[in-house]
């Protein structure tokens, strides 16, 4: 049947047929994790640290599955994202500290990514950096404004594929692989601020705010635009099939974007740090400097695939930005409109793009942003994840679809090792 709101040709009850039809907002959200922000972490922590960070990327996976299980949970469940919720059953200040804290984050990465977009094309093409950050603000913002829903969506998971540039690059590099699994299997923590800092990045970039808000937010979206379906508090003759197909969509999305990491920061650990190059300290610059080491094709494949991460994460995090500001407000939100029905929500799209590309044009050195918004991500992810686990439990939110056990007691692992790790990160700064 056609879907007249977003364009989809589905069932009665919402379901394609098809693997790649199940993947979506998990898929979409893991992916976009792989920004130019988390290139540029990866790539310097693998430069800095060798393959004795490989562990984190091992270790935060399913911490960061259940995470993003438990948010698209709320949005599907209640039909709402998260800062809805919010706004519907807590206090305003808590709600206006939270989409306060988002839009900050938000819009650092959103001028981390432009800039080290503008850059990787300036080192393939040559030309100025500053016209490629304006011209790829535009196209994401037009891109999210005036493409249909369903092409949006189907646009995103193709740009997803883009990822795989990471995995060529590290099969053309020598990989000492006996090495990679004994430090990736068993953690080497070391008691040092950079090292701690490093792994406060790892975290922040793969268990981030603006994921949550996302993959809630498009969980409630795919409900508003999918003929049959209605939020499981109103039809619970939908949740097994649903929470089914979240399960499997959040965990793939979630290891390929754990994945995607790994590989790059195998990259920079096999060639920069083997050869004494220990300060990367942008996705661009990573690219710049294999090209001597692994050659012209490891270079240009790195810096293809930090445009293509780009073009995918800058729009969920414009668009994060205005579903949490519109369900704060309560504008219509959602992508599956028409511009000239949520003005305000579309408005709040292109509002938070233009601050990142304000970042990027007032010479806020871009460099140390990619780096430090992946370690304000890991900070301001802590109060948020507290509220997600105490909304998920509560039955006045989710009626009977309250957490699992299993799933609530992963949740609040995750929220306490985030926690530890941003105290510990504050305590060596404080004791240096």
Not at 279 to 296: K, T
Not at 390 to 411: H, Q
Request: proline residues 4%.
């Amino acid at each position: 049947m056609l879907n007249h709101r977003s364009g989809n040709v589905e069932g009665s009850a919402g379901t394609k047929t098809g693997a790649f039809a199940v993947l979506g907002p998990g898929l979409i959200t893991g992916a976009s994790d792989d920004d130019p922000s988390g290139i540029a972490t990866y790539s310097q922590v693998g430069a800095q640290f060798g393959f004795g960070m490989s562990w984190v990327m091992l270790f935060s996976y399913p911490l960061m599955a259940a995470t993003q299980e438990i948010s698209a949970r709320i949005g599907r469940v209640t039909g709402h994202g998260i800062a809805g919720n919010i706004r519907a059953h807590y206090s305003p200040w808590l709600l206006r500290a939270v989409v306060g804290l988002l839009l900050v984050a938000n819009i650092i990465n959103i001028g981390a990514d432009l800039g080290a977009m503008g850059d990787a094309l300036t080192l393939l093409l040559g030309g100025p950096a500053g016209l490629y950050v304006v011209l790829f603000a535009a196209g994401c913002v037009a891109l999210e404004i005036f493409s249909r829903y369903a092409r949006y969506v189907s646009i995103l998971k193709w740009l997803t594929l883009t990822l795989f540039a990471y995995v060529a690059v590290v099969l053309v590099v020598d990989m000492p692989w006996g090495q990679v699994l004994r430090e990736t299997v068993v953690p080497t923590i070391v008691l040092d601020k950079d090292y701690i800092v490093g792994v406060v990045a790892v975290l922040g970039t793969t268990i981030s705010p603006y994921l949550f808000f996302w993959q809630s937010s498009d969980e409630a979206e795919k409900e508003r635009t999918t003929r049959g379906a209605r939020s499981l508090l109103k039809a619970p003759q939908q949740a097994a099939a649903e929470l089914h197909r979240i399960r499997i969509d959040t965990y793939i999305g979630m290891g390929f974007s754990n994945l995607i990491g790994l590989c790059i920061l195998l990259t920079t650990a096999a060639t920069l740090h083997a050869r004494g190059i220990a300060n990367i300290e942008s996705s661009a610059q990573a690219a710049e400097a294999l090209r001597p080491i692994a050659g012209d094709f490891a270079f240009a494949v790195f810096a293809i695939g930090i445009i293509g991460t780009g073009l995918l994460a800058v729009p969920v995090l414009a668009g994060s930005a205005a579903y949490a500001v519109g369900e704060a407000l309560k504008w219509p939100t959602g992508l599956g409109r028409k511009p000239k029905k949520a003005k305000a929500f579309y408005g709040a799209v292109a509002v938070a793009t233009l601050g990142g590309v304000g970042i990027d044009l007032v010479n806020v050195d871009p460099i140390r942003a990619l780096f430090w918004s992946a370690v304000i991500n890991g900070v301001v992810a802590v109060p948020v994840m507290a509220v997600m686990m105490l909304m998920a439990a509560a039955p006045r939110v989710m009626g009977r679809w309250t957490l699992s056990r299993p799933l609530r007691i992963m949740g609040w692992v995750s929220t306490a090792v985030m926690a530890v790790t941003v105290v510990a990160m504050a305590a060596t700064w404080l004791w240096a």
